[in-house]
């Protein structure tokens, strides 16, 4: 390391501490420090960095981060030895990394909070791709959660860039898309997006898209091996002709159990990244506004069940509405369902309205506007309890209108028509 304990720097006159080493990675070293009364972590680069690298973190800097969602460094530091360094916020206590996840240390709280997660990695991405930056190396060590609330946190964002530059960071195998591993193109939004699909597909089922019976010809996966799962000829294990590459049953047990109960537009939404993103860049790969429809969808539909507390999928979009508890088979039960607009929300007991909801523009996924809640003196009966600005009219099948005040209770009752603003109207179903 190159610092020690309690060694200060000078930076613009004000010092600057180093309370101890936090760890070191292949790039650089990572340090707890103090400066102007806070308390952050300092990033120091090994080696001498080029000066494109400098002005680029430089630039990133200047510009600030996408979201909160993003630990972004904050100053750039030149040290007397040519090294450089950047300072960052400290990664808050309440988040775990997303290897222990896969690793099945940590799990999400449950199913609705991984999609929540899952919806504000897509957020984080949409607002990067926004800034015209693109990340270039998603992997799993980049992630963390919180497996409370799926709050996300992105770490190593040294390596963001103006999409189309790159400065040499390829990305990690197992998550880079086919054409950076033949070296045939740069990293950049359109490969971003085949390594988001990879995440998500980790995320939903615990495994690797392309992991699966080819791995048994090989021995060991070598470079080559992976060169050719992952570059010259990657076959997705849900391929819907080319059955090749399936997961190995008593193998990828997590794989074959979880995707088994994913709603069928998550699938389709995957074999497109996988299998037509493999050739059509562009169009191939779904995108980050395409998974955030589709993951509000799928969170909008759990269900939960009343036996073993297990969450499922109402089945809107399958072939028939899922009539029992996939783990327990205790039939489905007898729920109200608020249609707005194109949603179509099933009110189970905690299920949140949220501020995109109500507005197709709002890039709000994760701001709840309204909850489901259980009467305090009669818990089996369940209203929508608003967190609004402004009052909604209700009015029942019978035509009795009343307003409801900002920070009401709806009582769910079917055909209540329910109206939200001047464009939203809902209908309890
Ligand atoms: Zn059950």
Redesign the pocket.
């Known amino acids: 390391m190159q610092f020690n304990k309690n060694d200060s720097i000078t930076l613009d006159d004000e010092k600057l501490t180093i309370v101890e080493p936090l760890g070191e990675g292949g790039q650089g070293e990572v340090y707890l420090v103090e400066y102007q009364g806070n308390r952050y972590a300092l990033k120091v680069y090994k080696d001498e960095v080029s000066s494109d690298f400098r002005y680029n973190l430089k630039n990133n800097i200047d510009k600030g981060s996408p979201s909160n969602s993003f630990l972004w460094p904050k100053l750039l530091i030149d040290f007397d030895n040519d090294r450089i360094g950047y300072l960052m916020d400290l990664r808050p206590k309440n988040f775990v990394s997303f290897v222990s996840y896969l690793t099945g240390k940590n799990a999400f709280a449950s199913r609705e909070v991984m999609l929540t997660w899952c919806i504000n990695l897509c957020t984080a991405f949409k607002k990067l791709h926004e800034m015209g930056y693109s990340y270039q190396d998603l992997n799993d060590g980049s992630f963390f959660l919180d497996q409370t609330n799926g709050d996300l946190l992105i770490c190593d964002n040294d390596n963001v860039t103006a999409d189309k530059k790159n400065l040499g960071i390829l990305g990690k195998m197992r998550y880079m898309a086919p054409e950076i591993v033949r070296n045939e193109m740069m990293p950049d939004v359109h490969s971003d997006r085949f390594s988001l699909g990879v995440i998500l597909f980790m995320a939903l089922c615990l495994g690797n898209p392309y992991e699966g019976e080819r791995l048994k010809n090989y021995d060991i996966v070598d470079e080559k091996a992976e060169y050719e799962l992952f570059g010259s000829n990657p076959v997705f294990v849900y391929h819907k002709t080319d059955k090749s590459n399936r997961p190995i049953r008593g193998y990828h047990t997590s794989v074959l159990k979880r995707w088994a109960y994913i709603p069928l537009y998550i699938k389709e939404a995957f074999h497109r990244t996988f299998v037509d993103g493999l050739t059509d860049r562009e169009n191939g790969r779904t995108t980050e506004i395409e998974w955030l429809r589709l993951f509000m969808r799928y969170r909008d539909e759990l269900i939960r069940?009343?036996?073993?507390?297990?969450e499922?999928i109402y089945g809107f979009g399958e072939k028939t509405l899922v009539s029992?508890?996939?783990?327990?088979?205790?039939p489905t039960k007898e729920v109200c369902i608020l249609e707005l607009g194109k949603h179509k929300i099933v009110l189970d007991l905690g299920k949140k309205i949220t501020a995109a909801h109500l507005d197709k523009y709002s890039s709000e996924y994760n701001k709840t506007v309204a909850t489901v809640i259980a009467n305090k003196n009669n818990p089996s009966l369940w209203g929508i309890k608003l967190d609004l600005s402004d009052p909604v009219e209700i009015k029942d099948a019978s035509g009795i209108q009343k307003t409801i005040a900002a920070n009401g209770i709806i009582p769910i009752i079917r055909n209540l028509k329910i109206k939200f603003n001047e464009n939203i109207i809902g209908e309890i179903k």
């Open positions: 069940c009343p036996h073993c507390g297990y499922y029992s508890c996939p783990s327990c088979n205790t």
